[in-house]
């Protein structure tokens, strides 16, 4: 098993490009996360998913947009990029939601600069 | 709203003991994980506490009150390999809150 794998690792983007955050999981998980994490802080929920064709907000989402059409993937789309949205962007996986065991699979990050 | 609270930094020796502390005030609480990341890195899992008690793994243990919205990480016999942030992260209904992280550096 790949786990959960996210491209690109970096990119640098000019301030109203747009770009999309790929994220691929092959754990047969449910549910779905991505986070951004900004230097020496912790991770902000932006959005989650608790299955195909599912999505919610959370924290932070101005600024972006998901989709979920299949258990696999979940992309990430930034539209109009700010220099705010510079940070490290971290897809998460976990089998479910609920119950008393919830160990959450994270890819290994995008660094996004905004200039 | 959600708000975690978790001393920003700890220093230790290596073979010794430390814990980190983490408060939390939250509208939902489904249970307390933590969450480990080396500089770099992304983070990985270490515990969950759904109910009252302490929850063993290995060199590491955590602990949740409830009542008191309170809980700990404890590390044991330090390693060098142990210097790393770690996060508190509380779950809400399909949602989880992250604290700040505190960095542990571990020292010989």
């Known amino acids: 098993n790949a786990g959960v794998t996210q491209t690109p690792k970096f990119r640098i983007l000019k301030i109203g490009q747009s770009m999309t955050l790929q994220c691929t999981q092959d754990m047969n998980h449910n549910y779905m996360y991505w986070y951004r994490q900004d230097p020496g802080m912790g991770l902000k929920l932006i959005y989650y998913s608790v299955g195909a064709g599912i999505t919610d907000k959370g924290e932070v989402p101005n600024g972006y947009n998901v989709s979920r059409s299949t258990t696999e993937d979940f992309p990430l789309r930034l539209e109009l990029a700010a220099p705010s949205q510079t940070s490290v962007y971290f897809c998460a996986s976990s089998l479910t939601g609920q119950g008393t065991y919830n160990e959450q699979f994270f890819g290994p990050g995008t660094r996004l600069t905004v200039l | 709203g959600q708000s975690l609270e978790q001393p920003s930094e700890v220093t230790a020796v290596e073979g010794a003991i430390v ?20 500089d770099g890195g992304a ?14 793994t290995g060199r590491f243990s955590s602990f949740l009150s409830r009542s008191d919205s309170y809980g700990y990480l404890l590390l044991q016999e330090l390693q060098m390999k142990d210097s790393a942030s770690y996060f508190c992260a509380v779950r809400g209904f399909n949602k989880f809150y992250f604290g700040s992280g505190t960095k542990l550096n571990v020292k010989p």
């Open chain 2, 19 to 38: 814990q980190i502390n983490c408060t939390y005030q939250t509208s939902g609480f489904y249970g307390l994980s933590w969450y480990q990341q080396h």
């Open chain 2, 43 to 56: 983070p990985t899992f270490l515990s969950y506490n759904a109910l009252d008690g302490l929850e063993e």
